[in-house]
């Protein structure tokens, strides 16, 4: 009955978006919640015995060594708004980022994107084309969370705000901008570029006066490992 309760509330929370990426995730969520998936565990918040929200860690041991694949953070639509996705993400998230590198990804046109780095660690490390079925293909942002190496990142200071950055106060940074209405092709080429060649996103949020305006910062790459999907 969860099982079929968290399928539910994926399949609504991804009915508003295109068709084939609806069915993608869908399809590969339902994968995932195989009972004999000995490498994937979810992280469940309930209320009365209802499931309210949700995320997913996979290990990554064969490949990453200590190292898990977060994703299907989703929340009963019925509770959007509350607060309790963030605090899932917090609670979990921060957890697992003590003993593991956390890889993740996400689709350049939800807004989830910047909250993933501007609020939980995350740095865009690559973008990453997926196969979405019958012939159909779209690309995804990669994302990594590493508090081995976090801090060590000038732009993750606390103390130096997006106003700041947008109004130009922080020497030596640049800001970038992209409608993502007509400039995504532009916006995923550049984090493409730029991140092979051996930088990342430390900073990416929307415009205060447009949320389709995203805006991206780099700084040089710290992990010291080479740009790969997962």
């Not at 309210?52 to 064969?62: K, M, N, S, T």
């Not at 980022?97 to 350049?108: G, L, M, Q, R």
């Not at 996103?201 to 006066?209: A, K």
């Amino acid at each position: 009955q969860e099982r079929l309760e968290m399928a539910s509330i994926v399949e609504d929370n991804w009915r508003d978006q295109k068709p084939t990426v609806m069915n993608y995730v869908t399809k590969g969520f339902e994968k995932k919640l195989n009972p004999a998936n000995q490498d994937t565990k979810f992280y469940t918040l309930k209320k009365e015995g209802k499931t309210l929200a949700f995320i997913r860690f996979d290990d990554l041991h064969a490949a990453r060594g200590e190292a898990l694949y977060a994703g299907s953070l989703n929340v009963n639509p019925a509770m959007r708004g509350s607060a309790i996705g963030e605090a899932l993400m917090r609670k979990t998230i921060d957890k697992e980022a003590e003993k593991h590198v956390i890889y993740a990804d996400v689709f350049p046109e939800l807004i989830a994107g910047t909250s993933y780095v501007e609020n939980f660690g995350f740095v865009i490390y690559g973008v990453e084309e997926v196969d979405l079925g019958n012939g159909k293909k779209d690309k995804r942002l990669l994302i990594r969370r590493d508090d081995r190496i976090n801090e060590s990142y000038k732009l993750r200071d606390k103390n130096i705000g997006r106003e700041d950055l947008l109004a130009d106060k922080v020497g030596g940074v640049e800001v970038f901008k992209f409608d993502m209405t007509q400039k995504k092709d532009d916006f995923l080429d550049m984090i493409n570029r730029e991140t092979r060649a051996g930088k990342v996103v430390t900073r990416y949020f929307s415009s205060p006066e447009n949320k389709n305006i995203r805006c991206v910062v780099f700084e040089k790459s710290h992990a010291g490992v080479a740009t790969e999907a997962v």
